[in-house]
Nanobody
Framework: QVQLVESGGGLVQAGGSLRLSCSASARTFSNSAVAWFRQAPGKERTIVASISRSGNSTYYFDSVKGRFTISRDNAKNMVHLQMNNLQPEDTAVYYC????????????????????????WGQGTQVTVSS
């Protein structure tokens, strides 16, 4: 069973930056589409950013466009989420998730954005942004 571990969360002032990282227990990122989700207290888990298996296709939730960047390093078996200009509304637990997809040209370019699309999740890392 593949395990994902997130790191890099913490407390930051509004306007600050954090870089989240997600590592896997096995060399699995190269075969998977990956995404970051977040969940604030009392709210549903929502997509933040997603990247296709190939890395050529990405998706960002509207409120983070231009501020967050998702990237993948298959050689190091890691995925990152660079978060700039953080705002109090970004406060949440951030989760990394993966889904294995075929290596064909078609499937490698698809990104996924629903929680139900993913079958392996990390334990989450807390991000708190103070005003």
């Amino acid at each position: 069973q593949v395990q994902l571990v997130e790191s890099g969360g913490g407390l930051v002032q509004a306007g600050g930056s954090l870089r989240l990282s997600c590592s896997a227990s096995a060399r699995t990122f190269s075969n998977s589409a990956v995404a970051w989700f977040r969940q604030a207290p009392g709210k549903e888990r929502t997509i933040v950013a997603s990247i296709s298996r190939s890395g050529n296709s990405t998706y960002y939730f509207d409120s983070v466009k231009g501020r967050f960047t998702i990237s993948r390093d298959n050689a190091k078996n890691m995925v990152h989420l660079q978060m700039n200009n953080l705002q109090p509304e970004d406060t949440a637990v951030y989760y990394c998730a993966i889904v294995r997809v075929p290596g064909t040209a078609h499937w490698s370019e698809i990104f996924y954005s629903l929680p139900s699309d993913f079958n392996v999740w990390g334990q989450g890392t807390q991000v708190t942004v103070s005003s």
